[in-house]
């Protein structure tokens, strides 16, 4: 496999044509300049259920399609997309290759499906464990892994290292739930090492990694170090890293550094961040679960005009208060443009605010946006102080 130059960036992009912020990723990361006509590569989406991107648990298809055209005009015509739904999704994984449009993008460009459930399997040895793998990562040149940012009820995050656990058998993905999945999911990224990592974050689930609650974020992230990737989107979702055992047994392994204050991310289009609200009929429209977890946070919160990546990183810190916590909020918290207003005028005025749009606010945390994690720990200092 391709071991990728340059692994010290994470790249944003903020938007609503997920084709044009994918290639604009691929470009400003200077991918091609590591691409050989001839090499094999499979891309890695994550479709753990047979449902549609909107409900926050699978990729966009869209994405892929710009990776394709991407790779194909840089003469790549070796390309299969690989993927292995969860163990109770059934024994195939292509009713959601094509619920989620895979199947159709595959015959429009000439790709080859792989359904990992049918993979031939092979076993290597890490520190103290036999992992057994599907074959065909092993053999494949260049792996670009395109996982969901999202929450994940036993491992907290699932993004770029757990979406490697869908290039294991299904009695595998048995195994790794009994003998704990944090060391596993780490150890199976030492073997299988994508060279590219972008990750899908226009909805992802709130606390689920099988969807149902989209929280709308509308970016895309690009990275060629996986763990610098999720400790930082870790802290987008209200996560510190070092909560998350498998991202600490990732550092241990040398999969990669954290990402600190020192690492370089550079935006594309943050003057383009899409609005809370702009997306969010179609995101109902398109979803037959409504996402009733988020509507019960929305009351606590006053959004005029808000970017969706700052509201969601509101909503992630509200899900994170424990239950007799949140109830103790007792004024809406505001968030959005529409407040920036009233920070023209000199004195502070009082309310909680969250953002640079609403530094005028007397308890205001700062950012744009700022992470889910700062949003949560400015919350749990205000309920503490309230308490004391
Ligand atoms: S602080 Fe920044 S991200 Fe948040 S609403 Fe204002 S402009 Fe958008």
């Known amino acids: 496999m391709i071991e990728m130059k340059k692994r010290d960036k994470i790249y944003i992009n903020n938007g609503s044509n997920l084709i044009k912020m994918t290639l604009e990723l691929l470009e400003m990361a200077n991918v091609k300049e590591e691409l050989n006509p001839g090499i094999k590569i499979i891309i890695k989406p994550n479709l753990v259920v047979s449902e549609k991107a909107e409900n926050g648990a699978t990729t966009h298809v869209e994405i892929v399609e710009a990776i394709v055209i991407y790779l194909k005009e840089n003469k790549i ?3 299969t997309i690989a993927e292995g739904s969860w163990v109770g999704d059934g024994t195939s994984t292509i009713p959601a290759f094509k619920i989620g449009g895979y199947l159709s993008l595959a015959e429009k460009y000439g790709l080859k499906i792989l359904d990992t459930k049918k993979d031939n399997v092979e076993t290597v040895k890490f520190d103290n464990l036999n992992l057994n793998v599907c074959k065909s990562f092993l053999d494949a040149d260049f792996i670009i892994n395109v996982p969901v940012l999202k929450g994940h009820c036993q491992t907290k995050i699932t993004a770029c290292l757990k979406n490697i656990k869908g290039c294991i058998p299904d009695d595998e993905k ?19 090492k994508p060279s590219l990592h972008i990750v899908d974050g226009i909805c992802g689930d709130l606390n689920y990694e099988c969807g149902g609650n989209p929280v709308e974020q509308n970016r895309i992230f690009l990275s060629k170090d996986p763990l610098l990737l999720d400790s930082y989107l870790s802290k987008l979702i209200g996560y510190n890293p070092e909560e998350i055992d498998y991202l600490n047994y990732g550092l241990k392994y040398e999969l990669g550094k954290f990402h600190d204050k020192n690492s370089e991310i550079i935006e594309l289009n943050s003057d383009n961040r899409i609005k809370t609200y702009e997306n969010r009929n179609n995101t109902k429209k398109n979803n037959k679960h409504k996402p009733l977890a988020i509507e019960k946070l929305e009351r606590f919160i006053d959004d005029n005009s808000s970017c969706s990546a700052c509201y969601s990183s509101l909503i992630f810190a509200l899900d994170k208060l424990e239950a007799s916590k949140i109830e103790n909020i007792n004024e809406k918290i505001k968030i959005g443009q529409g407040f920036k207003k009233e920070a023209i005028v000199r004195t502070k005025v009082g309310g909680i605010g969250i953002g640079n749009c609403c530094i005028k606010f007397k308890k205001n945390i700062t950012g744009c946006p700022p992470t889910g994690l700062d949003v949560l720990n400015f919350l749990k200092q205000i309920l503490n102080n309230e308490k004391s």
């Open 77 to 79: 015509e070796d390309i």
């Open 174 to 192: 048995r195994r790794y739930h009994r003998i704990g999945l944090s060391k596993p999911i780490a150890g199976i990224n030492t073997v299988i």
